[in-house]
């Protein structure tokens, strides 16, 4: 029930292992590259919105698939990725004259970010933000690090966390916790909170 958020390089999947090693949880470690390749794309492709639109439709569904089997095991595990994830990219990839003019793909954006809020909140009990900061590394089989675009993805999903339709508790780690346990004993704390909130969250609807 718990998610990181932020862009490619940030350091997420370092962070759910060491989190769900010291908590000792289920790590749910997502994967596009399997969509693409499925897909018979390349993540560092440049492709039409319409397009990539349709690729964050199937890995959401993908990611939705690894959550209810993560869901079937355990009532706790972390994910190093979210559906806010995917509503950043997609949101990233519009500017002014993307959409102009093609009502039909911006209603069918605007639904896709709608679907991710709905996703979020059927999935995750809290989502933290992890912000740019640690040293960047190119990883095969990944698009390229770009720390401009870093901070342009991390601006969008702070958006989004804050935004009112979303309906998870939010954190976001500060950009100078960096080291792998400062970020573990933040997160632990934070999530520590948001589950006991969640909890009380629970009781006073079935008692009220």
């Given at each position: 029930m718990i998610g990181l958020v932020g862009c490619n390089g940030v350091g997420k999947t370092t962070l759910a292992k060491a989190f769900a090693l010291k908590q000792d949880i289920p790590l749910v470690a997502t994967s596009t590259s399997a969509v693409f390749e499925r897909l018979g794309m390349d993540p560092k492709a440049e492709y039409s919105f319409a397009v990539r639109l349709q690729i964050q439709e199937a890995i959401l569904t993908a990611l939705e698939g690894q959550y209810a089997l993560a869901r079937k095991s355990s009532a706790l595990f972390i994910a190093d990725r979210t559906p806010f994830d995917l509503a950043a990219y997609t949101l990233a990839d519009i500017q002014r004259s993307t959409l102009h003019g093609d009502q039909e793909t911006t209603a069918a954006a605007m639904n896709y970010v709608q679907r991710c809020f709905k996703s979020a909140a059927e999935n995750f009990s809290v989502i933290a933000l992890v912000q740019p900061g640690i040293a960047?590394?190119?990883?095969?089989?990944?698009?390229?690090?770009?720390?401009?675009?870093?901070?342009?993805?991390?601006?969008?999903?702070?958006?989004?966390?804050?935004?009112?339709?979303?309906?998870?508790?939010?954190?976001?780690?500060?950009?100078?916790?960096?080291?792998?346990?400062?970020?573990?004993?933040?997160?632990?704390?934070?999530?520590?909170?948001?589950?006991?909130?969640?909890?009380?969250?629970?009781?006073?609807?079935?008692?009220h």
């Open positions: 960047l590394v190119e990883r095969d089989g990944k698009a390229p690090s770009c720390p401009a675009f870093m901070e342009h993805f991390n601006a969008i999903a702070f958006g989004l966390l804050v935004d009112e339709r979303n309906e998870v508790q939010r954190f976001m780690i500060p950009r100078s916790v960096l080291s792998v346990e400062a970020r573990v004993m933040a997160l632990s704390n934070a999530a520590a909170h948001a589950l006991k909130t969640h909890e009380a969250v629970k009781e006073a609807m079935v008692f």
